[in-house]
């Protein structure tokens, strides 16, 4: 694997386990950002904390890097409704520290460089 790939590849799986061990030690934030009208939000907060943590462990094990990349644009797809709740609803990580409106605007199309991210180590 060419160095550049590696070096994106380390750095997203440590992205990812850092942000899913957050799930668990500090969820709070993450359940404000839950659409209201999805159940159990401190449940999905531990499931999508998990699963980022496993798709971080995943991709640094060649023989299962295809399937946990392909599992984190899953996960990247279904966290989707959180960042459009975000900015329909003004709801932010930290009700002192609110996120402007473009920020919010921007992070939906980034969620596209996740997925493409993650698509790099499908194959």
Do not use: C
């Amino acid at each position: 694997m060419p160095t550049h790939k590696l070096v994106a590849l380390w750095v997203l799986a440590a992205a990812m386990i850092g942000i899913g061990v957050l799930h668990f030690v500090r969820p709070k934030p993450f359940v404000r950002i839950v659409p209201k009208y999805l159940p159990a939000p401190l449940a999905l907060v531990y499931i999508s904390g998990l699963f980022e943590i496993l798709g971080g462990i995943g991709l640094l094990i060649p023989e299962t890097r295809a399937w946990a990349a392909w599992g984190l644009i899953a996960l990247y797809v279904a966290v989707f409704p959180a960042n459009v709740y975000m900015l329909t609803d003004n709801v932010s990580l930290d009700p002192r520290k609110p996120i402007p409106r473009w920020a919010l605007w921007l992070r939906l199309p980034f969620q596209l460089v996740f997925i493409a991210w993650a698509y790099w180590f499908t194959s």
